[in-house]
T-cell receptor, first 110, second 114 residues
């Protein structure tokens, strides 16, 4: 099946710093989503971005489908950005289940 | 903004008992999913459902699991005889007009099997 690798696995930032999270995937996809899992375990949709670039406030994401990677940018980080960020892709070829990466655990310290 | 809801938020059960986890997907969505996340691990797909039947299921989704859409709004996951290893967070998700649309996730049900 499709492989999803996220890096880095852990990231510690000072409040106000910027960061880039990466997601590599092993095959072409129809769906790519970024999620933030908050400390209560909820999965919050950030972006649906199988290709192109999107921005939402301090967050933006870019997916280069031809090179099979996606980047999530967080600018001016806040303590509330802490949590785990997951990238998830569908398997393509008629399978639409999402395969998740292992996530990047972000800790933003004041 | 419409959202997926799940009940209960936390369920504690004894090994061997049956549990039913409930979900109300977004009202005009057509595709429904269950995923689970064992503590500290990544989220894993269990099953997808469309037009009142299972479309895909993973190896995890064995005969102990079943899904049902008993009416126009609810979508349930039943575990017939729970095992310790079923302890996990269970997420329901739904998507709209096509399989490749955004999947929206509910807040999850944390299942603890003792």
């Amino acid at each position: 099946g499709i492989q999803v690798e996220q890096s880095p696995p852990d990231l510690i930032l000072q409040e106000g710093a910027n960061s880039t999270l990466r997601c590599n995937f092993s095959d072409s996809v129809n769906n790519l989503q970024w999620f933030h899992q908050n400390p209560w375990g909820q999965l919050i949709n950030l972006f649906y971005i199988p290709s192109g670039t999107k921005q939402n406030g301090r967050l933006s994401a870019t997916t280069v489908a031809t090179e099979r990677y996606s980047l999530l940018y967080i600018s001016s980080s806040q303590t509330t950005d802490s949590g785990v960020y997951f990238c998830a892709v569908d398997s393509g070829a008629g399978s639409y289940q999402l395969t998740f990466g292992k996530g990047t655990k972000l800790s933003v310290i004041p | 903004e419409p959202e997926v809801t799940q009940t209960p938020s936390h369920q504690v059960t004894q090994m061997g008992q049956e549990v039913i986890l409930r979900c109300v997907p977004i009202s005009n969505h057509l595709y429904f999913y269950w995923y689970r996340q064992i503590l500290g691990q990544k989220v894993e797909f269990l099953v997808s459902f469309y037009n009142n039947e299972i479309s895909e299921k993973s190896e995890i989704f064995d005969d102990q699991f079943s899904v049902e859409r008993p009416d126009g709004s609810n979508f349930t996951l039943k575990i017939r005889s729970t095992k310790l290893e079923d302890s996990a967070m269970y997420f329901c998700a739904s998507s709209g007009a096509t399989w490749t649309d955004t999947q929206y996730f509910g807040p999850g049900t944390r299942l603890t099997v003792l």
